[in-house]
């Protein structure tokens, strides 16, 4: 699903974000990337959507070499993942149902079909009651439930999400990573990163740990894959 293969990848301004990095993530699995701000996490996530390219190494995603990937081809390539921000990134002028739609009227799906998988995607977050409203008169659980009705809507193979719960409570965090294993428990990769251990500890899920750009440690090294 993922391979890092000695990649490093270097700003200008900034110098190397991530260096020397490998590590291999095999089928649908629900991982854990942690680390402290600044440790490259948020690169990482870029380099697996395409959003920013490898300085050097390779990244393989969904048998995509992303290094040989042209910029024609990136959009259907992302068409495989869900991508989840701490920010929500919605469209305040646009209604629930508009938003969560937006990457099916982008991939130019029928209209029918749109109107089935919105709902489906909604009903999935709890806020099928919520489709007309627009996302300013919604709490922040519930913008973070928007997105990820968004970013699940397409039934994409790989689940990508950045600190997803970093502006939520306890109980609202929970509830959003139990939706996370939800999906992962019906066959959709999760990759998250996040700097909540209690988390991990919780749902017991294996985990990549970034320091200064550099894998130190993961907690099945003696395997090939997770």
Do not use: C
């Not at 042209?70 to 149902?97: A, M, S, W, Y």
């Not at 999935?124 to 973070?144: D, M, N, R």
């Not at 502006?167 to 998250?192: K, T």
């Not at 988390?199 to 993961?218: A, N, Q, Y």
């Amino acid at each position: 699903m993922i391979t890092f293969h000695n990649v490093f990848k270097r700003y200008e301004a900034s110098g190397d974000a991530l260096r020397n990095v490998s590590f291999h993530i095999e089928g649908s699995q629900f991982v854990f990337l942690i680390g402290h701000s600044g440790a490259g996490k948020s690169t990482l996530l870029k380099l697996v959507s395409a959003i920013e390219k490898p300085t050097r190494g390779q990244v393989i995603v969904n048998s995509h070499n992303l290094n040989k990937l042209g910029n024609r081809r990136i959009p259907e390539f992302r068409r495989g993942l869900g991508i989840i921000f701490q920010d929500h990134k919605l469209l305040h002028d646009r209604t629930v149902f508009d938003n969560v739609a937006l990457p099916l009227i982008v991939a130019g799906t029928p209209h029918q079909e749109i109107q089935k998988r919105v709902r489906a995607a909604l009903d999935k977050v709890s806020l099928a009651h919520k489709e007309k409203v627009y996302p300013i008169t919604l709490s922040g659980g519930e913008q973070q439930r928007v997105g990820i009705a968004r970013a699940v809507v397409n039934r994409p193979a790989l689940l990508l999400a950045d600190e997803p719960t970093g502006n939520l409570d306890p109980d609202l965090s929970d509830e959003i990573m139990d939706l996370f294993a939800e999906f992962n428990h019906h066959g959709m990769a999760v990759l998250i990163a996040t700097h909540d251990l209690r988390h991990i500890h919780r749902l017991e899920k294996p985990v990549l740990e970034l320091e200064k750009g550099e894998m130190v440690w993961d907690d099945d090294e003696d395997e090939d894959s997770y």
